[in-house]
């Protein structure tokens, strides 16, 4: 059974900096495209990045590049986004997904919270 | 960017009833790359249909996508109480990849 679980969530002041992890297990995630979504409270989705599968190409949405990095560590069936120069409107839950095109499965999400 | 507009907003609906849900595209969706995720409260999206009509893994044949281009419909036959939850369309078939704002099938 595929697996995913984030931490990394918290609460950080705007400016700030937080890193997400994704722990992945039940597939061979070093075949696999991996994405970040969030979901802002109350709110609908936003696909924020993607990264393939060694990690040379990662794909981000435009309110992020340059703030966020993805990467991932195959050795360790982990998947990572660092956010940096953080904004109120970052705040949101973060799930990690496995794919690139449809998205599935899903993990449970890791709320981030940006505010002083 | 390609925007994705769901109607109805909220739908109220009996178990046992038929369920018609709409995601409109502002651009054509290349490839008819068209996905559905169902999402309940306090729980991730899961995904439900993708290319347009294709049902994700263990997803019940009450589930049905169609449609093409702009104009796409997820059905479901005969719902079932576990079935009232929000839904969302997704393209990924432009990037950047985007999302509706979903439709909340709601018991009537």
């Known amino acids: 059974e595929v697996q995913l679980v984030e931490s990394g969530g918290g609460l950080v002041q705007p400016g700030g900096s937080l890193r997400l992890s994704c722990g992945a297990s039940?597939?061979?995630?070093?075949?696999?495209?991996m994405s970040w979504v969030r979901q802002a409270p109350g709110r609908g989705l936003e696909w924020v990045a993607n990264?393939?599968?060694?990690?040379?190409?990662?794909n981000y949405v435009d309110s992020v590049k340059g703030r966020f990095t993805v990467s991932r560590d195959n050795a360790k069936n982990a998947l990572y986004l660092q956010m940096t120069s953080l904004r109120a409107e970052d705040t949101a839950v973060y799930y990690c997904?496995?794919?690139?095109?449809?998205?599935?499965?899903w993990g449970p999400g890791t709320l981030v919270t940006v505010s002083s | 960017e390609i925007v994705l507009t769901q109607s109805p907003g909220t739908l109220s609906l009996s178990p046992g009833e038929r369920a018609t849900l709409s995601c409109r595209a502002s651009?054509?969706?290349?490839?008819?790359?068209l996905a559905w995720y169902q999402q309940k409260p306090g729980q991730a999206p899961r995904a439900l249909i993708y290319?347009?009509?294709s049902r994700a893994t263990g997803i019940p044949d009450r589930f049905s996508g169609s449609g093409s281009g702009t104009d796409f419909t997820l059905t479901i036959t005969r719902l079932e109480p576990e079935d009232f939850a929000v839904y969302f369309c997704?393209?990924?078939?432009?990037?950047?990849?985007?999302f509706g704002l979903g439709t909340k099938l709601e018991i009537k």
């Open positions: 997904v496995k794919g690139v095109g449809w998205l599935g499965p």
């Open positions: 290319d347009a009509s």
């Open positions: 651009q054509s969706v290349s490839y008819n790359y």
């Open positions: 039940g597939f061979t995630f070093s075949s696999n495209w």
């Open positions: 997704h393209q990924y078939g432009s990037s950047p990849y985007t």
């Open positions: 990264i393939n599968q060694d990690g040379s190409e990662k």
